[in-house]
């Protein structure tokens, strides 16, 4: 098989993979477009969610007690980086 020969056949397997692809059904409306998150937004996240770790093992009274609330918080904040 010469070198032609194989770089068409690379050239037809990637086509026929790229085909099969786009027929999938999740792409084409039902999957949301998303995004990098800014890096000021990777950064609040970040912050929230070490406010969080850190909360419960300095003993803060309030927050130490309930670091879920900012880690969701922090996920959320995440997540609306990636959709917005």
Known sequence: MG???RNDEIRDNV??????VM???FI???MPILKTPRQVVFFVSLILALVAWLS???GVPYIGGHP???LTL???VLALGCVL
């Not at 086509?15 to 099969?20: A, D, L, V, Y």
């Open 28 to 30: 084409g409306g039902n």
């Open 68 to 70: 879920s609330i900012l």
């Open 74 to 76: 922090a996920y959320i």
């Open 15 to 20: 086509t026929r993979m790229r085909r099969e």
């Open 56 to 58: 419960v093992f300095a």
């Open 23 to 25: 027929s999938y059904s």
């Open 3 to 5: 070198y032609n020969a």
